[in-house]
């Protein structure tokens, strides 16, 4: 008989918990095809609402992890994983990675794909022409070595359980769960051997945990998850309110990544970027939070980053010429702006509803089967603390066609507030969580 998965979907509606053998089973039934979307939407849907205990959620972690294969990475160099939980503009990564890779960590890193109104790395990479994130376990840990980063997807090998789980969540609403949400990152990151487990919490309007409560809570559960597997696992409270950067959308961030790695870009984004390396540095070779932030900005500032960037994206396929030439960028099909209904300043500008509006604009997805546009999102034309004057250009559109257009540019009305004051701007940085779940101060 096949796994009858209605029976721990009712228990977990009625807010039971489940034993680990259960979970295992189902998650085991799911990947092996016994199980149909419907009844695992349900079961998802039950979890999003009734939670999960911590011990329900390390099965799930577990159970998700057994899924596929571990990857053994053999490198001199010491193994940092990072990962975000997820945010709008939040094109992180793509600085992050080659930043860690050039003051001599290896990182190997499992991304996602663009979930709820949030972008994944693996599609913002995808845009460049050739870049395959599909990777074999052999040839991942080998491209590891050999440049120090790889960048791949989950596959039929590599955690399968969330690469299934994960697409469906996207399209069924329910991604804003602790349980998981912390079971999906960490089944990525214990699949592989990684001596440091760095995560990068959003907290924010734009991000899966609005208050900084919420975000600690999730911070203190991954990190006690990955101690019960043996992982130093580690993380950053990171700001959430406005997107990250100018730039909302695939192509649109990679290019905006470039930027950051050749010297230019936001602020915002470097600051997260730099704090990231330099969290690693602290971690894995006990340098002061001020030493280790000026090394990792140097190797920054210097073009090291970018070096090992350029050096990388061909070993998984990419065109590194296109880069730097602006005009091979995907251009979108339509494109509109949005303006400033009065003078003032920038006072806001909501990142959930501008991720939402990238998303009708075709950057993301609605359906599990729908492709995303390369050279969809929106751009902020007018930054937080600006000054603007009554019908300015504030935000641009770039969409697949006139509806996505039209339904983006609805979507996006109100979003940036103006005020007769400029804001008083915050570090983007909140906090650090260290490997006891304790809170420190950046
Ligand atoms: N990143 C992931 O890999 N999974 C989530 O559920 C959220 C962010």
Redesign the pocket.
């Known amino acids: 008989m096949k796994f009858q998965a209605l029976p721990l979907v009712e228990r977990k509606r009625d807010g039971q918990a489940l034993g680990p053998e259960e979970i295992a089973g189902l998650v085991a039934a799911y990947v092996g095809g016994d199980v149909p979307d419907y009844q695992m939407a349900a079961f998802l849907m039950a979890v999003t609402i009734r939670g999960m205990t911590f011990d329900e959620t390390v099965a799930l972690t577990g159970a998700m992890l057994r899924s596929g294969r571990t990857i053994e990475v053999s490198a001199r160099r010491p193994l940092v994983d990072k990962?975000?939980?997820?945010g709008v503009g939040d094109k992180t990564s793509l600085v992050a990675v080659p930043l860690l890779a050039a003051l001599g960590f290896c990182v190997p890193k499992l991304?996602?794909r663009g979930?709820g109104h949030?972008g994944?790395t693996l599609d913002k990479l995808e845009s460049i022409p050739g870049l395959r994130t599909s990777l074999d376990p052999a040839e991942f840990a080998t491209l590891v070595s050999r440049y120090g980063l790889a960048i791949a997807a989950q596959s039929e090998d590599i955690v399968p359980a969330?690469r299934l789980l994960?697409a469906l969540?996207d399209v069924t609403g329910t991604?804003p769960s602790l349980p998981?949400?912390a079971s999906?990152?960490m089944s990525?990151k214990l699949a592989v051997s990684s001596r440091l487990i760095l995560l990068d919490v959003k907290v924010g309007d734009g991000a899966?945990f609005p208050d900084e409560a919420t975000a600690a809570e999730f911070a203190q559960l991954a990190i006690a998850i990955g101690r019960s597997f043996g992982r130093d696992t580690r993380a950053l409270l990171t700001r959430m309110d406005a997107p990250l950067g100018l730039a909302v959308g695939n192509a649109l961030e990679v290019r905006e990544a470039v930027a950051c790695l050749q010297g230019q870009g936001p602020e915002d984004l470097r600051d997260v970027a730099v704090t990231l390396a330099a969290e690693a540095l602290h971690a894995v070779y006990g340098l002061g939070r001020d030493d280790a932030g000026q090394r990792a900005w140097q190797a920054l500032e210097s073009g090291e980053a970018y070096q090992l960037f350029r050096r990388w994206i061909p070993s998984q396929g990419g065109d590194v010429t296109f880069l730097e030439q602006p005009d091979r960028w995907p251009k979108a099909a339509a494109t509109g702006v949005s303006r400033a209904t009065r003078d003032g300043y920038v006072h806001a500008i909501g990142a959930r509803a501008v991720g939402e509006a990238a998303r009708l604009a075709g950057a993301g997805r609605l359906r599990k089967e729908d492709a995303v546009d390369a050279a969809a999102g929106v751009e902020i034309l007018a930054p937080l603390g600006s000054e603007v004057r009554a019908g300015q250009e504030v935000l641009e559109v770039h969409a697949s066609g006139s509806e996505q257009l039209a339904a983006a540019l609805e979507r996006l009305e109100r979003v940036v507030e103006i005020a007769d004051e400029p804001p008083q701007l915050e570090n983007a940085v909140v906090c650090a969580f260290d490997k006891n779940g304790r809170r420190e101060e950046w």
């Open positions: 990962h975000s939980t997820g991304s996602g979930l949030t994944g969330d994960y969540r991604v998981l949400i999906s990152i990525k899966f």
